[in-house]
């Protein structure tokens, strides 16, 4: 490597540092200013390159690749979702991601994101209901209470206002870990023993569970008019939370229709079955909630933008906080094409070493 050159670093973005960038900026600071960034390339949805991510499937889960472009940057995340894991000590999900120059296809950033996929989720989840929940929304049940339930109580009540949950896990322990981590948060809890409780009063549902099945984790007669669901779980072919019912009765908003007719709930939906683009919502081409009895669902199963966003945000934080480091990513010979040249240079160099 010459002395003028820096080609070959690629800011890195550790575990370590993103808690630490979260911690600093302080959460509900960070969802705030993500859910901005997210609201700001949605408006901009019609310059991105969109595809339905790429997905692994195995009897045990699934790895995917969601990929996007505006032009300049291009983006991707790599992820997993193995509902199994957690019995095994291991997070269901977990993800990395880069972030390149489309003009020199370098990349100019790599990061951890497994918790920037929690907060981007949180952050998109609470952007949904922002513009679909009924105003002044405040109780919300959260059905399921595993990795990504505290990011959703946080960004809720960053966003929406929500002050009020309502808590159930098939595992107690779940609900119990989760309402010790957001106590002194500003919420009032209540642990309840079965969903049915848990949706009581609700003005919004999340549901993030994780089985690999066709589940029902919601029954018809369970959600009341004026509901905004946040159907979180149901995010592969074959894994959905929701009973067809409800969908019938709701007014259904999705992400990116080619992607959630896939893996979303409207899985159990005709292929041709009306749900309006979050995005157009967002922009204000289409009305949100049209009143204040209509169900409206948010059928969230993560999309390529939402993370290309995020990772937007990480790399515009790099610069004041520091926190991150030069990987050594690329080859960067003096000169281009001598790239064997740079090997035998190594070579003499580890000779006299
Ligand atoms: N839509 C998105 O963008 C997005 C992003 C990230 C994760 N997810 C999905 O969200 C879900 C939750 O993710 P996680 O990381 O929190 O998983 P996790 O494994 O940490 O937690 C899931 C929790 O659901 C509970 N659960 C399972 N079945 C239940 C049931 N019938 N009723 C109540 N609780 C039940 C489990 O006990 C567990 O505590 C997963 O399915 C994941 O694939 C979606």
């Given at each position: 490597m010459t002395a003028h050159s820096n080609l070959n670093i690629v800011p890195f973005v550790s575990v370590d540092h993103m808690m630490r960038l979260v911690l600093k900026v302080g959460i509900e600071t960070f969802l705030t200013e993500l859910a901005l960034v997210i609201e700001e390339d949605f408006r901009r949805w019609e310059q991105f390159d969109k595809t339905p991510r790429v997905a692994s499937h195995s009897k045990e889960g699934v790895i995917e690749l969601m990929p996007t472009s505006d032009g300049t940057l291009y983006g991707f995340k790599y992820v997993n979702g193995h509902?199994?894991?957690?019995?095994?000590?291991?997070?269901?999900?977990?993800?990395?991601?880069?972030?390149?120059?489309?003009?020199?296809?370098?990349?100019?950033?790599?990061?951890?994101?497994?918790?920037?996929?929690?907060?981007?989720?949180?952050?998109?989840?609470a952007v949904a209901a922002k513009h679909l929940a009924r105003p002044n929304s405040k109780t919300m049940a959260i059905i399921g209470n595993g990795a990504q339930s505290e990011f959703q109580a946080l960004a809720f009540k960053a966003i929406v206002g929500v002050t009020e949950l309502r808590l159930y896990d098939i595992d107690p322990s779940a609900t119990e870990r989760c309402a010790g981590n957001l106590a002194g948060k500003g919420f009032t809890i209540k642990a309840c023993s079965s969903s049915q409780e848990a949706v009581e009063g609700a003005d919004i549902i999340t549901t993030a569970t994780a089985d690999k099945q066709y589940a029902t984790i919601l029954s018809d007669n369970m959600v009341g008019p004026g509901v905004h669901i946040n159907a979180v779980g149901g995010d592969c072919p074959g894994k959905t939370e929701l009973h067809r019912d409800i969908l019938l009765r709701s007014d259904i908003f999705v992400e990116y229709p080619p992607q959630t007719r896939i893996e979303g709930e409207i899985?159990?939906?005709?292929?041709?079955?009306?749900?309006?683009?979050?995005?157009?919502?967002?922009?204000?081409?289409?009305?949100?909630?049209?009143?204040?009895?209509?169900?409206?669902?948010?059928?969230?199963?993560?999309?390529?933008?939402?993370?290309?966003?995020?990772?937007?945000?990480?790399?515009?934080?790099?610069?004041?906080?520091?926190?991150?480091?030069?990987?050594?990513?690329?080859?960067?010979?003096d000169e281009p094409r001598d790239l064997y040249g740079m090997l035998l240079r190594c070579e003499a160099h580890l000779r006299v070493v």
């Open positions: 509902p199994k894991n957690m019995k095994e000590g291991r997070q269901t999900v977990t993800a990395f991601g880069v972030l390149s120059d489309v003009g020199n296809g370098y990349p100019t950033l790599l990061s951890e994101m497994t918790f920037l996929t929690a907060l981007r989720t949180a952050a998109m989840s899985q159990q939906l005709a292929s041709d079955y009306p749900v309006k683009e979050l995005w157009e919502v967002i922009a204000g081409k289409c009305e949100g909630r049209q009143s204040e009895r209509v169900i409206t669902l948010f059928d969230s199963v993560g999309f390529a933008i939402e993370d290309f966003s995020a990772l937007r945000y990480v790399r515009s934080k790099l610069e004041e906080t520091g926190l991150y480091v030069e990987l050594d990513l690329l080859a960067d010979p």
